[in-house]
């Protein structure tokens, strides 16, 4: 180990133990990533609607969303079949890379504007043959994105027969808003609600969309915004349940 990796190893460690000791009064989550049972932290921002209670796990650092996209991707993709498979991965969270990447036979973390990745890529042209990737990831990416309908058809044309894609986008309205105010301050080409889902249906042979209330609420895959904003899929004060669509190319035999 290097130096710098042994550093993030005890500090790392130190977080583990001392968050539940500080917190102790605050429930107890289990991250599925890394495995640490205790309080959460919550997350604090200036952007609207980002602020939550209870979001990031303070051993790994993945929010929300990366535990739930770990549990379905773990449900789908078993560690024996992994060194086989091929998995690409766009707007790549170091929560999950960094786990990620060792288990696959070939893994390509990608994005359009970062430099910190395998290879700068537009989702909507991508340079990659026709059936490539066993796994396509790209969360919280397509409401950014013009076109996002030749995006859709793009990730299609990449994945495998017998392969599946997530493609999770925020839910912000009860409604897909297919054109927000120039002046919005979420400033997104598309501002999504549970129906953007069904336009999947177009371009892929299946769709499954798993929802967190279908998991334990002590694996935290809901959210707790702070914001006062009507969310949809309301579960309770403060509570609100994530929805993750799976997008198969035919030959998919999912079971889980």
Known sequence: MSRSELARAAKIALKRTLYP????????????????????????????????????????????????????????????????????????????????RPQFGEYISADLFRSNVDQRVDVRDMPFSDDAFDIILCSMVLHYVDDYKRALQEIYRVLKPGGFALLPVPMIHEKTNDAPAQNSALRMVVEPGPDFYDLYDEYFDEVRVSVSTDYDDDLHFFLEPTDAHPFPLKLAEQKHADIIPVSLKAGATLDG
């Not at 917190?23 to 289990?30: C, D, E, L, N």
């Not at 609607?49 to 990031?56: E, G, V």
């Not at 969303?65 to 992994?82: G, K, T, V």
Request: hydrophobic share 30%.
């Open 21 to 100: 000791l500080v917190f102790r009064s605050r429930r107890k989550y289990r991250c599925v990533i890394c495995a640490y049972v205790g309080p959460f932290a919550h997350k604090q921002t200036p952007k609207p609607l980002r602020s939550r209670l209870n979001a990031k796990c303070p051993s790994c650092s993945s929010m929300e969303r990366h535990r739930f996209q770990w549990q379905i991707l773990s449900d789908l993709s078993p560690a024996s079949s992994r060194p086989q498979q091929t998995l690409l991965h766009f707007a790549p969270e170091p929560s999950l890379e960094d786990r990620l």
